[in-house]
């Protein structure tokens, strides 16, 4: 069992940044691959982004690709996501998952992969 919370989230100006912790509680962290996902109101939570066991590969989606950037430190069992050059498109909750099966590119962005969800984060961006 994986035990995730999410924290950073908030009121923000478009074109503002903020940065969002996934800490991460239970079994070995540093051994699985971690994500981001949104939900906006009314609709489907959606990837974000995607990083291996050890950081050393990522994936965006379009949407946010230039303007995030996922990291983890294994130390800390944290993951993060910067957001830069926030727009009012960007408003939604964040939430993180552990990634429970291998995955490259395009095929990091489906949630069937993805287990033991956190509660999530309010981001909100205002124009």
Known sequence: QVQLVESGGGLVQAGGSLRLSCAASGRTFSSYAMGWFRQAPGKEREFVAWI?????????????????????DNAKN????????????????????????????????SRALYRYWGQGTQVTVSS
Do not use: H
Request: proline content about 2%; some cysteine.
């Open 52 to 72: 291996n066991w050890s950081g050393g590969s990522t994936y965006y989606a379009d949407s946010v690709k230039g303007r995030f950037t996922i990291s983890r």
């Open 78 to 109: 944290t993951v993060y996501l910067q957001m830069n050059s926030l727009k009012p498109e960007d408003t939604a909750v964040y939430y993180c998952a552990v990634a429970i099966s291998y995955c490259s590119g395009s095929g990091c962005s």
